[in-house]
């Protein structure tokens, strides 16, 4: 029996830590008192093992069953499964705050383990400005969101169990995998503060920054696409995106973030956009403290705002304001000393790259307007509106396939300038090719021309792909492996994560243009024929699962004459709660998945049920895949380790 | 013109164009896919217009959900307790719906003052109440 103050406690010396941690080696920076800047490391070390102890603490209480800590009876059971009880401690408000500033003081800590290597004051300097963070969100927490308040005398005999949607695996993983990559950005952020700071706004702090960004960039992709994945199969409609805000306050980040990897390779290698990187570092993360906000303080209508504590909203939105307000203000004051003297032509990578970086950061905007709007509209006294996904979708697809047509075009240019006449040379035969390819594709199905020109702008993209690398491995008298196994790794994760691009836009555009859906009345013995499937209800039959009941439906499924899989969607009751939830059956496949989801039950044996085929789904988070792996695989590039020299 | 000066101008040229291009689009689809919220009050007084995509709300009143035997089709009645409001809908209903529970529901009023839904919206556990339904509520209280 651990006692949950504990918790508290170590908490409450944390921030004291994170204080000084934000505090001392600023001070030292300024007096130029070597003492206090080296203070910064074990200063970081001590905080972040404080809130692991914390973070640890409440673990067990949620694993014993500790119902005395509210917090623990308002979100798990005893019946909970034990995997299910842990993961129950980033089910609900304060938990996953206490994981967000866990998941902060472990960068921070890896960023003081690797930060020898950096010149004199940065290391200290970066770890001061993560510290600032940290205090803000221990303050947040102390004050308003503590997760070790006790119910005491009286205290609940059982807990309130865990939100049955979030018993899932996908939610054990998805909420640190989300965090991992926007706390992570925080690094970045820190860099570029650092970089303002002491004034070395040379190309350096690219370099430093770079590998932190692609693995924060890394496990977003991840955190977003594990969370599609979850809404797809738990929701029950099939969906895999619904442009709900607290979908939209992950992709924001990731959006700014996937522009600030690529202007953050610009800056490195030719020393320009400097101040534009800086400022986009500042916004990424501003945008991930935004989430951070429009999740926590419940300010939107949305199937995440668990909490509707108006102290909390204004808390944070009073860290928002002073973290984001004096960065704005600290790159004011210090971004008009940079100057680039470095000019590009109209074709180089650079204009390309810049591009990518402006319709990206339209991209953000536009997310960013669509989420907001509703806000804005309601507190001009204009109504309650919401703005739907129709919009999304009309804005975020044609600039999203404009952008992925430069992506062919960008990685094959040069640094500097690149011949026009060269690039339409070099990228007629993939264009040709790719459409021509797409309209065959296409004769088989209803014609759709804005399907069929996303469809040749993904095989495009294959095309360029691969072309670039065959010019690249065979540029020389050499063995093509010799050569492939020559080329760095950070473009081999450029080529992956680009890859996995095109392979997410094929799932997309094969699920909306390929997906049946029927939703049926179905008794025992009836039979439905949808696509080139036949479903046959079986019967149903009762179940008991560790904390619900469910009615489970058994459903045959044929090809012709084979039976090719037999699904079992579920209706479940949660005792705790007694709340209903849908359990959808599955039957996956590389090409097509199988979905069955119950509806009500109609009469004693009659249920409705919603049968859909999906198309290509699974490519949708294949891609999501290999984008992460592009991301890490370029971040673990030789070079970094050399030039960090462990 | 100065060959440099030239060069810029095409590029402001072009970013005016690109960011006017964006801008209308964006300005298009917002204006085609906003969604009012009408309470029932609203609606019975007229307020809401027919035929236009909205959004409305309340609870559902107890033993008025009727669903037709042989079809998905089910009729229901929500009330900000002043004012009722009847919804039509085929299709699956949320786990979540429940008579006495606040939902929302999005769809167009037709000639007889009927929301004919598209989607019926119930969140997430049983002490969530829409936002806008708790406004709703409140203000029909407070008449």
Known sequence: MIFPEIGHFALILAMMFAVALATLPMVGFYTRNRV???????????????????????????????????????HSNSLLPIWFKVSALWGGHEGSLLLWIAILSAWAAAVAYRSDSLPNATGPVVLAVLGIIATGFLLFILFTSSPFIRLLPDHPIDGADL??????????????????????????????????????????????????TNVSWAFLTLGITLGSWWAYYELGWGGWWFWDPVENASLMPWLAGTALIHSLAVTEKRGVFKSWTVLLAIFTFSLSLLGTFLVRSGVLTSVHAFAADPTRGVFILALLVIIIGGSLLLYAVRASQVRSVVSFGATGREAWLLINNILLTILTLTVLLGTLYPLVFDAFSLGKISVGAPYFNAVFGPISLLLIVFMGIAPLSKWHSTKGKWLVHIAIMPAILAIAFSALVFTFHVFDWYLWLSFSIALWLV?????????????????????????????YGMLLAHFGVAVTLVGVIFVSMNSTETIVRMAPGDKVVVGNYAFELQGSIRIQGPNYVAEQAIINVYDGDKRVAQMKPEKRLYKARQQMMTEAALSPGFTRDLYISLGEKLSQEAWSVRIYIKSFVRWIWLGGLLMMAGGLLAAFDKRYRRKAGV | MHPVRKKRMIAVGIILLVSAAVVSLIMYALSQNINLFYSPTQIAQGEAPSNVAIRAGGMVVENSVRRDPKSLGVVFTVTDYAHQLTIEYEGILPDLFREGQGI????????????????VLAKHDEEYMPPEVQEALNKSKAQ
């Open chain 1, 36 to 74: 206090l800047l080296t203070s910064a490391k074990p200063l970081t070390y001590v905080m972040t093992l404080l809130i692991w102890l914390s973070f640890f603490v409440l673990a067990v209480a949620f694993a014993t069953d500790d119902f005395s800590v509210l917090y623990v009876s308002q």
């Open chain 1, 163 to 212: 939100n049955p949607l979030l018993q899932d695996v996908g939610l054990i993983i998805h909420p640190p995998m989300l965090y991992m990559g926007y706390v992570g950005f925080s690094v970045a952020f820190a860099f570029a503060i650092a970089a303002l700071i002491t004034g070395n706004l040379n190309a350096s702090w690219a370099r430093w920054a770079r590998p932190w």
């Open chain 1, 463 to 491: 095309f360029m792909v691969a072309r670039d690398w065959f010019d690249k491995v065979s540029a020389a008298r050499q063995s093509i492996w010799l050569r492939a196994k020559k080329l760095p790794r950070q473009y």
């Open chain 2, 104 to 119: 929302v529901a999005q769809g167009r009023l037709n000639e007889y003052g009927v929301l004919v839904a598209s989607e």
